[in-house]
């Protein structure tokens, strides 16, 4: 499967974004979906993540209550709604996919996304 992140950009802080994953190549259905960032000098990190069905979440308790994750397969689409952002919410985001469960390591991922950068100023 392929994936195409988009909608990153520049907002400023307290602002919000929506990040758009879109899959090609084969149904998004068959997978668990994932967001994962990383900073300038960091290391990828975990994000947030959607079962198959849309029914379970997981979020990184640094962004847990400002983003939510959903997903519309009938789209073959995956989403991140960023709120309240700040800026140590800036990096490149990445979606990604996973043939089996909902997980929040990369390593079980499959797929991934070219990212999308958001940079939020102060």
């Known amino acids: 499967v392929q994936l195409q992140a988009s909608g990153g950009g520049l907002v400023q802080a307290g602002g919000s974004l929506r990040l758009s994953c879109a899959a090609s190549?084969?149904?998004?259905?068959?997978?668990?979906m994932g967001w994962f960032r990383q900073a300038p000098g960091k290391e990828r990190e975990f994000v947030a993540a959607?079962?198959?069905?849309?029914?379970?979440?997981r979020y990184s308790d640094s962004v847990k209550g400002r983003f939510t994750i959903s997903r519309d397969n009938a789209k073959n689409s995956v989403y991140l709604q960023m709120n309240s952002l700040y800026p140590e919410d800036t990096a490149v985001y990445y979606c990604?996919?996973?043939?089996?469960?909902?997980?929040?390591?990369?390593?079980?991922?499959?797929?991934w996304g070219q990212g999308t950068l958001v940079t939020v100023s102060s």
């Open positions: 190549g084969r149904t998004v259905s068959n997978y668990a």
């Open positions: 959607v079962d198959r069905s849309g029914g379970r979440t």
């Open positions: 990604a996919a996973n043939a089996a469960a909902l997980t929040v390591y990369g390593f079980n991922y499959d797929y």
